[in-house]
């Protein structure tokens, strides 16, 4: 029986914010078993308390693997009686970035077993990243910008990924933007996020514009962000129009913010 892991789109859009990652503070919960319960891949849950309490009754009724990175201690709500797991994570995480991961083995409908909940700061992806499992001879995209050696072979699999124009590329490419150690591979994997148009974009375009060494990302990331079409842009883009060290980057910056203003 053959497993395959894939990674779903993030689905949400990310709020600017300063935040560090807190996952200690993931594990510390006041919510009683009884509040939260999941059988059969359906949630029931009636809770008020802080994200991080929630999704860590939530782990330990459904045996998920759920990473938080960044700060999650924001209150939130959650009142549902069997509805499907997934669904479920979609509602509660509507506010932020995040990541589902499925399994499927051969001939069986796909599983969540994983969820990766990005902080309302500049996303910050896993250590290492996500396995992605193809089927047949096929040697997908996504799980070249991961994992081959080639920085050549990373980067037409970055710019493969934009050409889909599918939200589905956001998570590898966020990843591939922020953790590639070879910066041209992550100047296509920004240029590539842009293609996606996608909101979920907006965290790890900002986070790369802030702190990418090499402004040749910056500068790839800033246009990319006017492709977003995103209000959340708008205060990162600001911040290096006005202070970014390279005036190429301040220019990108500028042109990217009159571009989602609408200015002439």
């Known amino acids: ?24 503070a993931f594990e510390r919960t006041a919510i009683s078993a009884t509040a939260v319960r999941v059988r059969g891949g359906l949630l029931t849950a009636h ?10 009754a939530i782990r330990r009724a459904s045996g998920l693997e759920i990473l938080v990175y960044g700060a999650a201690g924001q209150p939130v709500k959650l009142s549902c009686r069997d509805v499907a797991l997934d669904e479920a994570l979609r509602r509660l995480l509507r506010s932020r970035s995040f990541a589902f991961v499925y399994s499927r ?22 250590e290492a990243p996500p396995e992605l499992v193809g089927g047949g001879d096929d ?9 081959a050696e080639s920085s050549a072979a990373r980067i037409e699999a970055a710019s493969a990924l934009g050409r889909t124009w599918s939200e589905e590329a956001v998570s590898p490419l966020s990843w591939s933007v922020l953790r590639d150690e070879d910066p041209d591979v992550r100047e296509a994997a920004a240029v590539a996020l842009g293609k996606t148009w996608d909101a979920s974009a907006v965290a790890p375009l900002s986070d790369a514009l802030s702190s990418d060494s090499r402004a040749e990302v910056r500068m790839a990331a800033a246009a990319a962000l006017s492709k977003t079409w995103s209000d959340a842009a708008i ?7 006005e202070s970014d060290g390279d005036p190429r980057v301040r220019a990108k910056a500028a042109a990217a913010l009159r571009s989602i203003r609408g200015d002439p």
């Open 47 to 56: 809770v008020d308390a802080p994200l991080d309490q929630v999704l860590g």
């Open 139 to 147: 040697v997908e995209p996504d799980r070249v910008l991961l994992d």
């Open 235 to 241: 205060p990162p883009l600001t911040t290096a129009a």
């Open 105 to 126: 083995a051969d001939g069986e409908t796909a599983k969540l077993v994983a969820v990766h909940v990005y902080g309302a700061g500049p996303a910050i992806p896993p």
């Open 1 to 24: 029986m053959r497993l395959r892991l894939t990674i779903c789109a993030v689905l949400a859009v990310a709020i600017p914010a300063v935040a560090v990652a807190d996952t200690a």
